[in-house]
């Protein structure tokens, strides 16, 4: 019974850490966005806007990869579909000196980022026990 639970234990800890790592990927491309927003127009700030794009692109790329293509079906497919037209778009954005495609990204990443913080709070709160002691007979 013990080996089952720690099995249980250790995949709720995987899946939280999956989670957590996911969040962490979308604060890095949302935070990246803003700089790349703020350099747009300053001809002296091109190659700074260029490597927070490239960090934009690299978190894009890393939350692709993170999908499970077998087990999310449609959604997984969905995502990966819109990461790869962010990506697009802040290779557009770049290319032709506009920002608003960068801007449009942030509004997707950051739409994306509060959904995945309430899946990950909703399915951590599913996996814990509630423990009310309320109910509970006290022998003694």
Same mark, same amino acid.
């Given at each position: 019974?013990?080996?089952?639970?720690? %099995?249980?234990?250790?995949?709720? %800890?995987?899946? *939280?850490?999956?989670?957590?790592?996911?969040?962490?990927?979308?604060? &890095?491309?949302?935070?990246?966005?803003?700089?790349?927003?703020?350099?747009?127009?300053?001809?002296?700030? !091109?190659?700074?806007?260029?490597?927070? !794009?490239?960090? &934009?692109?690299? %978190?894009?790329? #890393?939350?692709?990869?993170?999908?499970?293509?077998?087990?999310?079906?449609? +959604?997984?497919?969905?995502?990966? /579909?819109?990461?790869?037209?962010?990506?697009?778009?802040?290779?557009?954005? /770049? +290319?032709?000196?506009?920002?608003?495609?960068? #801007? #449009? &990204?942030? *509004?997707?990443? #950051?739409?994306?980022?509060?959904?995945?913080?309430?899946?990950?709070?909703?399915?951590? %709160?599913? *996996?814990?026990?509630?423990?009310?002691?309320?109910?509970?007979?006290?022998?003694?």
């Amino acid at each position: 019974m013990k080996m089952g639970y720690g %099995a249980y234990k250790s995949t709720q %800890a995987e899946t *939280t850490d999956q989670g957590k790592l996911i969040l962490v990927t979308y604060d &890095v491309a949302i935070k990246h966005a803003k700089l790349a927003v703020e350099k747009f127009g300053d001809q002296k700030a !091109i190659e700074e806007r260029v490597k927070h !794009i490239f960090k &934009v692109q690299d %978190a894009l790329e #890393e939350l692709q990869q993170s999908l499970n293509m077998e087990a999310g079906g449609e +959604i997984a497919m969905n995502l990966y /579909n819109l990461y790869g037209y962010m990506f697009r778009t802040t290779v557009d954005a /770049n +290319i032709t000196n506009d920002k608003s495609g960068v #801007e #449009e &990204v942030i *509004t997707h990443l #950051e739409a994306l980022r509060d959904a995945w913080a309430q899946a990950t709070m909703k399915a951590k %709160a599913e *996996t814990t026990p509630d423990l009310n002691f309320d109910n509970m007979a006290i022998s003694g």
